[in-house]
């Protein structure tokens, strides 16, 4: 069995490798070189033996010089280009110039079928230098351009520009700053309130979980939630306004069942006309021998309800413009039931025997009731908040 297994790995791995340097092979015939580069190099990376590596050697070579070749015709192309847009795709360039030859290192002068493989390499430090300049300065100044046009989304792109100018050039100017200035001005501050139009209290143990947006995870790269007091700093309010609570009386029940059904109970001679029916063998035939069993269930449930009736609004506070509004409807049942049972056992379907076993629950106070309720209520009212139109 494990030479079985060997045996498909090995011709798995021949398959893919062949599929691999096809794909390769392609790649470079259709002037996709940086294509044929990576796939030719993972390959050989991933398996730089004399057998199976090495045949990759051809590829990676043809395909790095052609590469370098087409790029740098490129860069001599964008030089000639107007407009700071350019910077962006010399960059782009210029790096990966960089890294193809940083690839290549390890394999100047690997010797392939009598033939040594060398790679020709520059210094594109000056170059690289000078694109990362220009390419900086381009994503400052379009992010100090969105910044100036104000409004939120336009804060965010300009965050962006700055947060992309961290990684080509690391503290460039006074980037990080600019970046966490549009950082505050691209977030929308949404103001979470409650309010109960009822005469029954909230429990605080609701109030506060209703208002622990940590256990919502709500909080995301532009929108952070509030509690308090409504002021001019936030762009918009969420009202929760608790429109009805009830709660009903505790109920028990008490429900009478009887039962009755035909049940096996051992085994018993097969008669007919009043005489014993024998086999082949001369003995008799036993059949199944059916009794009637009955019993009387007194089925014991306790059944108490809470339903919460709230409205959600949401306000655009800058506007002080309403811009949605929806009931939110929550219901909670508590049942628990047990039995007392009179007869045999043998009448009763599991479940009624699991009632006999178990022990009624005492009824939850009210209070735990509209906690309980106000559970759905959350996850309803979380929904909303991510639906909602900002």
Not at 109 to 115: D, I, M, N, P, T
Not at 363 to 380: A, T, V, Y
Request: net charge positive; aromatic share 12%; with cysteine.
């Amino acid at each position: 069995m494990k030479i079985k297994l060997l045996a498909l790995s090995l011709i798995f791995i021949l398959l893919t490798n062949c599929n691999t340097y096809k794909q390769a092979n392609t790649a470079l015939v259709s002037g996709d070189f940086q294509q044929a580069f990576e796939q030719s190099y993972q390959a050989y990376i991933k398996n730089p033996s004399e057998k199976n590596g090495l045949k990759y050697l051809p590829l990676i070579s043809e395909s790095y010089h052609k590469g370098q070749q087409q790029d740098e015709l490129r860069l001599k192309e964008i030089e000639t280009l107007s407009g700071t847009a350019k910077y962006k795709e010399a960059y782009l360039i210029i790096n990966r110039l960089q890294e193809r030859q940083k690839n290549v290192a390890g394999l100047q002068g690997r010797l392939v079928k009598g033939k040594d493989y060398y790679f020709k390499t520059k210094d594109y430090s000056n170059a690289y230098k000078s694109i990362q300049e220009k390419y900086a300065q381009f994503l400052y100044d379009e992010g100090l351009s969105f910044l100036d046009l104000g409004g939120k989304l336009n804060a965010q792109t300009a965050y962006y520009n700055f947060k992309n100018l961290e990684t080509v050039y690391p503290n460039y100017r006074d980037a990080r700053i600019l970046m966490n200035s549009a950082k505050q001005k691209g977030m929308y501050k949404v103001l979470v309130q409650l309010r109960n139009n009822t005469e029954v209290v909230i429990p605080k143990r609701l109030e506060a979980d209703l208002l622990n947006f940590d256990s919502y995870g709500m909080n995301s790269e532009w929108t952070n939630f509030y509690t308090g007091q409504a002021n001019n700093s936030f762009d918009y309010i969420i009202e929760l306004s608790f429109e009805r609570i009830f709660v009903s009386p505790e109920q028990e029940k008490i429900e009478t069942h009887t039962f009755e059904k035909d049940i096996v109970d051992g085994k018993e001679e097969l008669r007919k006309d009043g005489k014993v029916v024998k086999d082949k063998d001369d003995k008799p035939i036993m059949v199944d021998r059916y009794v009637k069993v009955r019993g009387r269930f007194e089925e014991i449930r306790r059944v108490k309800e809470a339903a919460i009736t709230a409205r959600y609004y949401l306000v655009d506070n800058q506007k002080q413009q309403p811009l949605e509004s929806m009931d939110l409807i929550s219901q909670f049942v508590f049942s628990d039931s047990a039995g007392k049972f009179t007869g045999d056992k043998r009448v009763l379907e599991r479940s009624y025997l699991d009632m006999l076993s178990h022990r009624l629950a005492f009824f939850p106070s009210n209070e735990q009731m509209i906690f309980d309720c106000g559970q759905d209520l959350k996850r309803k009212f979380k929904n909303q908040i991510i639906k909602m139109k900002i």
